[in-house]
C-alpha cells in the first residue's frame, strides 16, 4: 500500500508537464521596443500554444506587438494556469482558490518557414490525436470535452483556428531558462526544467483514463461540494455579522 501511495504522488516536474501539455492558453510577457530599444515595460497578452519535447511553441497574431518586441529583445516570460473548466474556475476564484500556474522565464526564438511548417504539422497531429482520444471517452466525459463552452471544449477545438488560414501567426519556440510551479496558496516552487523535459505528461487525453471516468466525476463533484460549503459558511458568517451591526446601529438609535 505504502509502494502505491508513492507511486500517485506528482513531482513538481509532473505537476508542470500536466499544466503545460493539458492546456493551450497562457500569457506571454515580452519587453516593449521603440526605435531607442527596450524600455524595461512589459507587454502581455493571451496567446495560445502546444507543447513539443518540453518546450511551448507560441502563436502570435501578426498585428501583436510582441513581433515587434522581441526583435529588439528575445527576453520573455510565459504563464499557464491548471485549465479549470469555466464555472469550476469561477467558483474557486469566488473563495479566494486560484488554479495552480507554471511561470517560465526565457528567450523566445521566431521559427522560419521550414521550422514553422514541421511545427504546424504537430498542431495537426496533436488535434486528431485528441479528437480521436475523445471519441473513446465515455459518454460523459466526451461530451463535456465537446460542448460549446469555449473554456471546457476540447484543446483541439480551441486550436483550430491556428490552421484554419482566417488569421496569419508568427510561430515561437519558447527556450526555456527557469521554471517555477505555483501553488493554488500563491507558494513558488522552483523546478528544474530539464526534469520537465524528461518526464511524461498523464493526461485526461490518455486513454487509460476511460476506465476512470467516474473516479474523475467524483474528484470533481467533491470539489464543487467543497467550495459550496465554503461559500454557505461565509454567506452565513455574513448575514450575522449584518444583523449584528444592524442591531447595534437601531439601539444606537
Not at 14 to 24: H, M, P, Q, R, V
Not at 97 to 119: C, I, Y
Not at 230 to 245: A, G, M, R, T
Request: glycine share 6%; with cysteine; charged share 25%.
Amino acid at each position: 500500500m505504502k509502494g502505491n501511495n508513492k507511486a500517485t504522488l506528482l513531482t513538481l516536474a509532473e505537476k508542470c508537464k500536466n499544466i503545460l501539455a493539458s492546456n493551450w492558453l497562457g500569457h506571454l510577457n515580452t519587453i516593449k521596443s521603440d526605435a531607442k530599444g527596450s524600455k524595461e515595460n512589459i507587454y502581455t497578452s493571451k496567446v495560445k500554444y502546444i507543447l513539443k519535447r518540453g518546450k511551448p511553441y507560441i502563436w502570435v497574431p501578426e498585428h501583436e506587438l510582441h513581433n515587434v518586441n522581441t526583435i529588439i529583445d528575445e527576453r520573455s516570460s510565459f504563464s499557464v494556469a491548471s485549465p479549470y473548466p469555466g464555472p469550476l474556475g469561477k467558483l474557486l476564484r469566488s473563495v479566494n482558490k486560484f488554479p495552480a500556474r507554471v511561470a517560465l522565464t526565457g528567450d523566445v526564438v521566431t521559427l522560419k518557414d521550414k521550422k514553422a511548417q514541421s511545427v504546424a504539422e504537430s498542431l495537426k497531429e496533436v488535434m486528431l490525436s485528441e479528437e480521436k482520444t475523445v471519441k473513446e471517452f465515455s459518454y460523459t466525459v466526451s461530451g463535456v470535452l465537446s460542448s460549446s463552452n469555449q473554456f471546457s471544449t476540447s484543446r483541439s477545438e480551441n486550436l483550430k483556428e491556428l490552421i484554419d488560414g482566417v488569421e496569419k501567426y508568427v510561430i515561437y519556440k519558447f527556450n526555456i531558462s527557469s521554471c517555477m510551479f505555483v501553488d493554488g496558496n500563491g507558494g513558488t516552487h522552483e523546478v528544474d526544467f530539464e526534469d520537465i523535459e524528461k518526464c511524461k505528461a498523464d493526461l485526461l487525453g490518455n486513454t487509460s483514463l476511460r476506465k476512470n471516468d467516474s473516479s474523475i466525476l467524483r474528484i470533481l463533484a467533491a470539489c464543487i461540494m467543497d467550495v459550496f460549503f465554503l461559500s454557505l459558511i461565509n454567506y452565513i458568517f455574513n448575514f450575522f455579522y449584518f444583523i449584528f451591526y444592524s442591531t447595534l446601529f437601531c439601539e444606537a438609535n
